[in-house]
C-alpha cells in the first residue's frame, strides 16, 4: 500500500530529498535482517578441556571423547579448551549488540515519526500509549521500549569485552564469573527490545495525509534538487541551478512557498508543478524495494 508513497526523505534530522514509505521501510528491514542473519550464523563451540585444558582426566581419549561430544551436541569443535581464550563470547556479544543497534534505529524512527509535530505513524493498539494527566496523548509504547533496551545493550556489552580482555592464565580469577551477568542480561535485553519492536511494526499505521503534508512543509523547497536536474536540459547546468538557487533563497528569505517563486521565474505554472511533483523525485526507490523483496525470497527455505 505505502511502497510507493512519496515521502519526505531527511538528513541531519532536516528534509532532504524525497524518498517513499516503502524504501524508508525496506532500509528498516535491512538492518535488521542484516542482524538476524549474523547471529544465524554464530555457531557456539563445545568447552571440554578438564581443568587446565590439558583432557589430562580422559586417559588419552579426550579429543576423541572432545569430538563425539560436539557432534552429540551439534557444537563446533574448538582444536583447544576455550577457558580464557573468550573470543567466541566476544563474538557473541558483539553480534548482540548490533542486533539490538538495529532495533534501537527502527526504533527512534518510529518515535521520531510519530511525534505529534509529525504525526506519520502511530501505533494502533486501542487503550495503550494513554497518560494519566494529559488524555489526548497517544505515547508510542512498544517503540519507547525497545528504543529502551537498544539504549541499555552497549553497556552490557562493553561489560562482556572488558571481562573478556582479562582472562588470565588456564582459568580466570573474576574475569570469567563478570561474564555471567552482562551476557544473560545482553540477551535478555537484546531479546526484549526485539520483541517490543515486533509490536510495534505489527501495529503500525501510515497517515497518508501527514505524509503527504510533511512533502509540503517547504512550499516545494525538498524538490529544488530535481527543479535544477528538470531544467537543466533546457537551461544549461549553471543556469539552471542559479535560477534554482536564487528562487529557494527568495522563498526562505520572503517567507514564501518555492513554487510561487519558481513559477514567477519560469511564468509557467504547468512546467512548475512537474518539477516539483515528488513522485518524480524519488529515483529507483521501488526497484529497491524489489530488490530487498526478492532477495528475502531467494533465502527462504
Request: with cysteine; charged share 25%; glycine share 10%.
Amino acid at each position: 500500500m505505502h511502497r510507493d508513497r512519496p515521502a519526505a526523505g531527511r538528513t541531519l534530522l532536516q528534509q532532504a530529498a524525497p524518498i517513499t514509505a516503502g524504501l524508508r521501510a525496506a532500509g528498516w528491514c535491512a538492518g535488521l535482517d542484516a542482524a538476524a542473519d549474523a547471529l544465524d550464523a554464530w555457531r557456539p563451540a563445545v568447552q571440554l578441556g578438564g581443568a587446565v585444558g590439558n583432557l589430562a582426566a580422559f586417559d588419552g581419549h579426550g579429543r576423541t571423547v572432545l569430538a563425539a561430544l560436539a557432534r552429540r551436541l551439534d557444537l563446533a569443535e574448538p582444536v583447544l579448551a576455550w577457558h580464557t581464550e573468550r573470543g567466541r563470547v566476544a563474538e557473541l556479544a558483539g553480534l548482540l549488540g548490533r542486533a539490538g543497534a538495529a532495533v534501537g534505529s527502527v526504533a527512534t524512527d518510529l518515535v521520531l515519526l510519530a511525534q505529534t509535530e509529525v504525526g506519520e505513524v502511530r501505533e494502533d493498539v486501542p487503550g495503550r500509549g494513554g497518560s494519566s494527566t494529559l488524555p489526548h496523548k497517544r505515547n508510542p509504547v512498544a517503540a519507547v521500549s525497545a528504543r529502551a533496551a537498544a539504549v541499555a545493550a552497549p553497556g552490557l556489552v562493553a561489560s562482556v569485552l572488558t571481562a573478556a580482555s582479562l582472562h588470565e592464565h588456564e582459568r580466570a580469577a573474576g574475569p570469567w564469573h563478570a561474564e555471567w551477568r552482562p551476557l544473560s542480561e545482553l540477551l535478555r535485553t537484546v531479546g526484549s527490545g526485539a520483541s517490543w519492536l515486533a509490536d510495534a511494526l505489527g501495529h503500525l499505521v501510515v497517515d497518508p495525509e501527514r505524509v503527504a503534508a510533511a512533502l509540503d512543509v517547504t512550499g516545494g523547497l525538498l524538490l529544488a534538487e530535481q527543479a535544477t536536474t528538470g531544467l537543466r536540459a533546457r537551461l544549461g547546468h549553471a543556469a539552471a541551478k542559479d535560477l534554482v538557487t536564487d528562487a529557494a533563497a527568495r522563498a526562505q528569505d520572503e517567507r514564501r512557498p518555492f513554487a510561487d517563486v519558481l513559477t514567477e521565474a519560469l511564468g509557467d505554472p504547468d512546467e512548475v508543478r512537474a518539477l516539483l511533483d515528488p513522485s518524480g523525485a524519488v529515483g529507483e526507490a521501488t526497484a529497491l524495494v524489489d530488490d530487498l523483496l526478492e532477495s528475502r525470497e531467494r533465502k527462504r527455505p
